[in-house]
Every structure is written in C-alpha cells, then in structure tokens.
C-alpha cells in the first residue's frame, strides 16, 4: 500500500514539475510583428530572401532600423551593406519572409 501512495506522490510532483516548466518555457519563435516595427515598419520595407537561416531585407531608410533591438529580439548576427540589412535569424527566416509578403 505504501508504495502505491509513493508512486502516486512522485506522479503528481512530475505533472506539477512539467506544468512550472512549461509555464516559465520562453517562446523560441520570434515575434513578427515586432520585427517589421523595428525594421522601420512594412512601408520602409521594399525586398526580402530568404537563404537557409539568413534573412535578406532591402530597405527605404535603413536609418529607421534599429539593429540592436533587431539583434535583443533573437537575430544571432547583423550585416549591413548600403540599404541592406542580413539578418541571420536560423530556421525563423523562412517563416519572416512569408509573414511579410503577406502582410505587404
């Protein structure tokens, strides 16, 4: 009987376990939304590729993008090159190109 009431115990310390665990879990995608705004917004916007984990963006005013945020929301690396930015984002990038096409 007791190790019934063990076994028990330690079922309902792992569900609570998981359920902390999830719960203070940070979401590993990136926030679109919040991209496209530091990027100057979809107006300033005029190109974008997307190379494996790469994102290629072409801007209007590239003194509206605000790299070190850009770089604090996830990106691992940022090149600029005239009114280029590339953004080296991993698997995200693919997904950011079709969100802003979308949303263009």
């Known amino acids: 009987m007791k190790i019934v009431e063990y076994i028990i115990i330690g079922v309902v310390l792992l569900i609570i376990l998981l359920a902390i665990l999830k719960a203070t879990k940070k979401d590993a995608g990136l926030d679109f939304n919040k991209l496209v705004e530091l990027l100057g917004g979809k107006d ?8 494996m ?3 290629k963006v072409t801007l209007k005013d590239i003194s509206k993008a605000n790299k070190e945020k850009i770089q604090k929301l996830g990106a691992k690396g940022i090149v600029e090159i005239d009114n280029q930015l590339k953004i080296i984002l991993g698997p995200d990038s693919k997904q950011l190109k079709k969100y802003i096409d979308e949303i263009k």
């Open 44 to 51: 300033n916007i005029i190109d974008t590729e997307s190379n």
């Open 53 to 55: 984990s790469r994102f």
